[in-house]
T-cell receptor, first 115, second 114 residues
Framework: GAGVSQTPSNKVTEKGKYVELRCDPI?????LYWYRQSLGQGPEFLIY????????DSGLPNDRFFAVRPEGSVSTLKIQRTERGDSAVYLC?????????????FGPGTRLTVL | RKEVEQDPGPFNVPEGATVAFNCTYS??????FFWYRQDCRKEPKLLMS???SGNEDGRFTAQLNRASQYISLLIRDSKLSDSATYLC???????????????FGQGTILTVHP
């Protein structure tokens, strides 16, 4: 079956611009996560959705970052006034439930470059 | 102190070698533990979960010591295809419930050479 998909695969933008990153989870998965991975580091948690609601957004670095999941499936991560430090690979993952023991399936990521 | 710390690596080993990775975590309330594998410029994929009793999957053995807050991964008879970054991962849960926020170590790079 189809895995987690993310679009675009690459995004180059200029400092100060607005970007949207999209995630399509595995069909039927209720839990969706966003992570950010910088070069040479492990992924870093940003936000977790259970259904349509953000159950934990403690990893969002500041108020320039926002994410939605209006119908409980597709999610969009939105970054306003991008900064060079936002450059990273943004990974989305989904799991069948929100339980910690369940495997999270990751998408291929969106590589964001802010010039 | 980082929440999940791994051996810095990188590890360069010949085919057939046995290699061990170690990891410590700081949150004693952590509830689930995993090793993920990440190939270059690819997404992380679950290699195996780690249980207190220890568990084995073919050439891979994982151990968890909750008292020492220590996790290990042993790879026997290394193959060229084992070359990747190995990520130690902890699920910390929240308020006593276990939900899926994962905390990753920085990863250890393994290169297996002929």
């Amino acid at each position: 079956g189809a895995g987690v998909s993310q679009t675009p695969s690459n995004k180059v933008t200029e400092k100060g611009k607005y970007v949207e990153l999209r995630c399509d989870p595995i069909s039927g998965h209720t839990a969706l996560y966003w992570y950010r991975q910088s070069l040479g580091q492990g992924p870093e948690f940003l936000i977790y959705f259970q259904g349509t609601g953000a159950a934990d957004d403690s990893g969002l670095p500041n108020d320039r970052f926002f994410a939605v999941r209006p119908e409980g499936s597709v999610s969009t991560l939105k970054i306003q006034r991008t900064e060079r430090g936002d450059s990273a690979v943004y990974l989305c993952a989904s799991s069948s439930t929100g339980q910690g023991k369940n495997e999270q399936f990751f998408g291929p990521g969106t590589r964001l470059t802010v010039l | 102190r980082k929440e999940v710390e791994q051996d810095p690596g990188p590890f360069n080993v010949p085919e057939g070698a046995t290699v061990a990775f170690n990891c410590t975590y700081s949150n004693s309330a952590s509830q689930s533990f995993f090793w993920y594998r990440q190939d270059c410029r690819k997404e992380p994929k679950l290699l195996m979960s780690v249980y207190s009793s220890g568990n084995e999957d073919g050439r891979f053995t994982a151990q968890l010591n909750r008292a020492s807050q220590y996790i290990s991964l042993l790879i026997r008879d290394s193959k060229l295809s084992d070359s990747a970054t190995y990520l130690c991962v902890v699920n910390e849960g929240a308020g006593g419930t276990s939900y899926g926020k994962l905390t990753f170590g920085q990863g250890t790079i393994l290169t297996v050479h002929p």
